[in-house]
């Protein structure tokens, strides 16, 4: 499994620009955006919801990076 952060962004009445990043593991990057979105999506209330329909949801997505593994030592002879 890769790990994938999804930024997802619509605009809502009250608030203006609404934000959030998630960090999904999944096996692929279509997977990551649909698990990003539906676990968005469930937070939202009704009205929150019809904002995002109707303004439309911005997705946005990359491969996290988790190549944080320290230098290897070199050791001399």
């Known amino acids: ?4 952060e999804v930024e ?3 605009e ?4 203006g620009v609404v ?3 998630v960090k999904v593991d999944a096996s692929s990057l279509s ?3 649909a698990r990003a979105t539906r676990e968005f999506v469930r937070g939202l ?3 929150q919801k019809f904002d995002m329909n109707k ?3 911005e997705i946005k997505a990359k491969a996290a990076d988790t ?3 320290p230098a290897p030592l070199l050791v001399e002879k």
Do not use: C, I, P
């Open 12 to 15: 809502d009445r009250n608030k």
């Open 19 to 21: 934000e959030s990043t």
């Open 31 to 33: 997977g990551a955006v």
């Open 8 to 10: 997802l962004t619509y």
């Open 67 to 69: 190549e944080s593994r």
């Open 45 to 47: 209330d009704r009205k």
């Open 55 to 57: 303004s439309g949801l």
């Open 1 to 4: 499994m890769k790990t994938f």
